[in-house]
T-cell receptor, first 112, second 123 residues
Framework: QSALTQPASVSGSPGQSITISCSGS?????????VSWFQQHPDKAPKLIIFDVSYRPSGVSNRFSGSKSGNTASLTISGLQAEDEADYYC????????????FGTGTKVTVL | EAQLVESGGGFVQPGGSLRLSCAAS????????MNWVRQAPGKGLEWVSY????????KYADSVKGRFTISKDNGKNSLSLQMNSLRAEDTAVYYC????????????????RGQGTMVTVSS
């Protein structure tokens, strides 16, 4: 089982909306609804922004939304802001004993 | 609010050992499963290990199986990761992570609530 596939980079202008895809398989994303997204600023710990496909933890902006279709999950950032510039990682529960969670390859979001 | 504080990282030679700890507060530790996740310098995130609420169910990534041991002390609100036979490729920041509560349901998602502890394996 290999890493989930994300685009290396996505960019947008302030105020725009962008979408990051996360492509997996029927043994991870397609098998359950335990997809999460983490935001990571340079030299900071990852921050959970979406869990269980589309739920936001308390305190996370509603500009972040998640969805899933088949074996692909997506994170949409609406009303892009300068502070959204960061790395984003998806992850999916697999249930496998030796790879219980698989992470995405990561996407660098640049605010132009 | 859940807080996790990792400690125990440091510099170790290949083949050496380290024990990482994670102090938990702000939630009922005994009712949550826990994970360790790591991130090598300049690289992405990697799941390392899981321990269930029962403290008996344990799972490991292939890359660490047989070398790392996860444990959970509910009386001390503490999670540990004993790392033996360390290799250069184990060099990373190690984060502990707590399962996520959605309403009254504890899901299979996890949240990283600490700053991590750095492990460097080098001769």
């Amino acid at each position: 089982q290999s890493a989930l596939t994300q685009p290396a980079s996505v960019s947008g202008s302030p105020g725009q909306s962008i979408t990051i895809s996360c492509s997996g398989s029927g043994t991870d994303i397609g098998a359950n609804n335990y997809v999460s997204w983490f935001q990571q600023h340079p030299d900071k710990a990852p921050k959970l922004i979406i869990f269980d496909v589309s739920y936001r933890p308390s305190g996370v902006s509603n500009r972040f939304s998640g969805s899933k279709s088949g074996n692909t999950a997506s994170l949409t950032i609406s009303g892009l802001q300068a502070e959204d510039e960061a790395d984003y990682y998806c992850t999916s529960y697999t249930g496998s004993n030796t790879l219980l969670y698989v992470f995405g390859t990561g996407t660098k979001v640049t605010v132009l | 609010e859940a807080q996790l504080v990792e400690s125990g990282g440091g510099f170790v030679q290949p083949g050496g050992s380290l024990r990482l700890s994670c102090a938990a507060s702000g939630f009922t530790f005994s009712t949550y499963s826990m994970n360790w996740v790591r991130q090598a310098p300049g690289k992405g995130l990697e799941w390392v290990s899981y321990i269930g609420v029962d403290t008996i169910t344990k799972k490991y990534a292939d890359s660490v199986k047989g070398r790392f041991t996860i444990s959970k002390d509910n009386g001390k609100n503490s999670l540990s990761l004993q790392m033996n036979s360390l290799r250069a490729e184990d060099t990373a920041v190690y984060y502990c992570a707590v399962s996520v509560l959605r309403g009254v349901i504890i899901t299979n998602a996890f949240d990283i609530r600490g700053q991590g502890t750095m492990v460097t394996v080098s001769s």
